[in-house]
């Protein structure tokens, strides 16, 4: 039989669950818009009676309340998941798809003053100069446009070079971020582990957990495993980043400046091991594209346009002869003297206009070796050409690049939306549970307030007849 | 299964298409302030490398039309000396006419002025000879001095020969030349026909009253004449075709600039109406999540 007094405790523990579902629903709504917060929700589970049955004393009424299970945090792990792959490809596409964007402004193609025009002003300038061979004014001309033309050159070089510069400063920070994001991971992983042993709750700890996991995913692309003791550990690559309460460190190796790159790549390594590391996605993966593909592809074709000019302007140069009857002179040079001509050293070794070999004949003003360069720029393999066909290079890549970002873009945010509709606050949903939580509440109260009266009839008025 | 939504799930999906929207009228505004369809090489690589084509081609075409310029300058100067040089020599040689009929009857003082007067023509003769364009003399080949003649009729120029051409580049692979060097105009030194030393040797002939040599000079003086002549007609077909080459590269360079135009610039009506669409749909989402994102339950609970 049950106890006389059951029934209050009954209410009791009812009032109890429901005011935990009322502070469940407060923290909720408290935290509808907290960024990487996972909705929570009571689990109820009615208390029955004693279910093992003893002799002279079997329970035989109804269960005596309910209580509170647990407080469950509602996200999907696939979903979650799915999100970091999509973060990581999408951070991967959006760094490489601005770099683009930076490189495209370095060339400012097509317009009436980049590069392409500043080639094409320098044929022409080689056309005022056979129409006049002895006007050291167009000669002066010439000379000018030949100093911008290679002036062009070297500042593409050099913006690129600065680009390449920015973007390794960025990877040494970056893995500084990896590691302090994997740092972390591993004191939640702790904290986590020691909470869920004792039974206290982690909800909070775990969705902060989740917010570094996703950093570390558009930072590198990581894969994750959750382990039932609450350790989450982290791969990158294949190897463990965090592993329970450990971290392994990674740090950026190779060199510092895109004219060595070439000799020492720019990787990641293993801070115990020196073995290497690989970042196939995430901002980390893209700025490895960037440092060891993208910028030095383009510096390489640029470098191939400097010395397909120098090249084919030198050699018709030198078969001429200035207007002091000298031949064997070099129009383009390499500037510091040391590496030979590339984008980042051709300048104009002619200072004196009549220098200038815009004859063939020694001695006379005539002007077909003028004429002779200014025909270069139609040259199907020449410098002009090895420019445009770099320049088309450039926006095919960054076009491609623009599209698959906006792909993996729309993928992303659908996959956000699908996340935050699921593990998000629905403010309606609350309300309603609040109703409910509030009427159960409510009716918990009456229930206390009719045993009551119950037990008053039964104490205080039972027993007085005829009194 | 119904799909759970969120007000954190819908204001997500609601900035990703309002930031679209957004990005897509941005675009549109930017292509028409610019008036540019390609701005950058990612907007259309085709069309970007055919811009730089096309502009190449265009600078290289204005080059023809300066070359051609210059051209017709060289053959306009050499025109007009030559036909201001054959009536010169002209007169010369109905001075030889009236000099051989007064070398038999008329006074040496008669002769003597005709002979003063030859020489003064050939002196004449000789600065035409030493006309200039832009500083160069134009019958002296690509001589470096300012002179094609000495004062003497010598010439000082540079001999005809291969290198020794003034040519301009009046379009793709065509080189025209455009000077014609004294020699071959006033005939080679020494040769016995060379303009000047005829002239030397009329007023020589003239002095002595020497009938004979001067039918020879008026033989000698009509081969000059007729060379000139040939030469004059040579500068001026080759006028004629530096002029029409100009005219033809001129057209080219505009329909060149028309291609140009083609590839990059907007459609101007098909933009403007294309950006009030996008404005018309941006201001429809706005309006639309204005009114989506405001309501929840809790506005209708007491």
Redesign the interface.
């Known amino acids: 039989m049950s106890s006389t007094f059951s029934g209050l405790s009954t209410a009791l523990s009812a009032l109890y669950a429901q005011r935990h579902g009322m502070d469940t629903t407060g923290q909720n709504v408290a935290n509808a818009n907290t960024e990487g917060y996972t909705r929570q929700r009571v689990d109820m589970v009615p208390r029955g009676g004693a279910e093992v049955s003893a002799i002279h004393a079997k329970w035989d009424g109804p269960g005596v309340g309910v209580r509170v299970d647990d407080i469950k945090r509602l996200r999907d792990g696939f979903l979650e998941s799915r999100g970091r792959e999509e973060h990581a490809m999408n951070t991967f596409q959006n760094t490489k798809m601005s770099a683009y964007n930076r490189i495209e402004n370095v060339f400012s193609e097509p317009s009436d003053t980049a590069m392409a025009s500043q080639l094409a002003d320098l044929w022409a300038g080689w056309g005022d100069v056979a129409n006049r061979p002895g006007d050291t004014a167009a000669r002066e001309q010439l000379l000018q446009r030949a100093a911008v033309a290679a002036d062009g050159l070297r500042d593409g070089f050099s913006a690129l070079s600065s680009q390449w510069g920015t973007a390794r400063v960025q990877a040494d920070s970056l893995v500084t971020e990896i590691n302090n994001a994997a740092d972390a991971v591993a004191k939640l992983n702790e904290v986590i582990s020691q909470a869920q042993a004792s039974g206290m709750p982690s909800n909070e700890m775990r969705d902060q957990r989740d917010l570094r996991l996703m950093d570390l995913a558009k930072l590198a692309g990581v894969s994750v495993v959750h382990r039932e003791n609450g350790y989450t550990d982290v791969f990158l690559g294949g190897s463990t980043l965090v592993g329970g309460t450990t971290t392994r460190h990674i740090e950026i190796l190779g060199g510092n400046r895109l004219e060595d790159q070439g000799a020492d790549p720019v990787r990641l390594a293993w801070t115990d091991n020196g073995l290497p590391a690989s970042a196939g996605s995430g901002s980390v993966g893209a700025n490895l594209d960037l440092l060891n593909n993208i910028v030095p592809d383009l510096a390489g074709k640029l470098d191939a346009v400097a010395v397909s000019l120098a090249t084919e302007v030198n050699n018709v140069h030198r078969a001429g002869f200035g207007l002091d009857g000298v031949n064997n002179r070099d129009m383009f040079v390499d500037i510091t003297g040391v590496t030979g001509i590339t984008a980042r050293t051709i300048g104009v070794g002619i200072t004196d206009p009549t220098h200038l070999a815009a004859s063939s004949v020694a001695g006379t003003l005539d002007g077909s070796n003028a004429a002779a360069l200014g025909n270069l720029g139609r040259l199907t393999n020449g410098p002009d050409a090895k420019y445009r066909s770099m320049v088309v290079g450039l926006g095919v890549e960054a076009q491609t690049s623009q599209r698959r970002a906006g792909i993996q873009a729309t993928i992303t945010n659908d996959m956000d939306a699908l996340r935050f509709a699921d593990a998000g606050v629905n403010l309606d949903e609350e309300m309603t549970n609040l109703i409910g939580y509030q009427k159960a509440y409510e009716a918990a109260a009456r229930l206390m307030t009719s045993i009551d009266e119950a037990l008053d009839v039964l104490i205080n008025r039972t027993g007085i007849v005829g009194r | 299964m119904m799909?759970?939504?969120?007000?954190?799930?819908i204001?997500?999906?609601v900035t990703?298409n309002l930031q679209g929207n957004l990005t897509r009228l941005g675009r549109l505004e930017n292509m028409l302030s610019s008036g540019k369809s390609?701005t950058?090489?990612?907007?259309?690589?085709?069309g970007?490398?055919s811009?730089?084509?096309l502009?190449?081609q265009i600078?290289?075409q204005?080059?023809y039309v300066?070359?051609g310029d210059?051209g017709v300058g060289w053959l306009g100067t050499l025109d007009t000396t030559m036909t201001s040089s054959l009536s010169h020599i002209r007169r010369a040689r109905d001075l030889v006419l009236t000099g051989r009929t007064a070398s038999m009857s008329g006074s040496a003082t008669a002769r003597e002025a005709i002979a003063v007067e030859v020489e003064n023509i050939r002196d004449a003769l000789i600065d035409l000879a030493n006309t200039t364009y832009?500083?160069?003399p134009v019958f002296g080949?690509?001589?470096?001095g300012g002179l094609a003649y000495t004062p003497a009729g010598g010439y000082a120029g540079?001999p005809t020969g291969p290198?020794?051409?003034?040519?301009?580049?009046i379009g793709?692979g065509t080189?025209v030349r455009v000077d014609v060097t004294g020699p071959e105009v006033f005939g080679v030194n020494g040769s016995g026909t060379q303009l000047f030393e005829v002239l030397t040797a009329i007023a020589t002939n003239m002095r002595a009253g020497d009938a004979v040599a001067l039918g020879t000079d008026l033989g000698n003086i009509d081969t000059a004449m007729e060379n000139l002549q040939t030469q004059l007609a040579n500068v001026g077909s080759k006028y004629n075709r530096v002029e029409q080459m100009r005219q033809s590269v001129s057209d080219r360079t505009l329909s060149l600039r028309t291609q140009l135009s083609d590839v990059?610039d907007i459609d101007l009506p098909k933009t403007i109406m294309e950006v009030q669409l996008q404005q018309t749909a941006y201001q429809a989402a706005l309006s639309t999540t204005a009114r989506v994102i405001q309501p929840?339950?809790?506005d209708f609970?007491r």
């Open positions: 799909i759970r939504s969120t007000q954190q799930s204001a997500a999906r990703n390609i950058r090489p990612s907007d259309s690589p085709t970007a490398v811009a730089l084509q502009r190449s600078r290289s204005e080059q300066r070359n210059d832009l500083d160069r080949g690509t001589t470096t540079v290198g020794a051409t003034v040519d301009r580049t793709e080189s990059e929840s339950l809790v609970l």
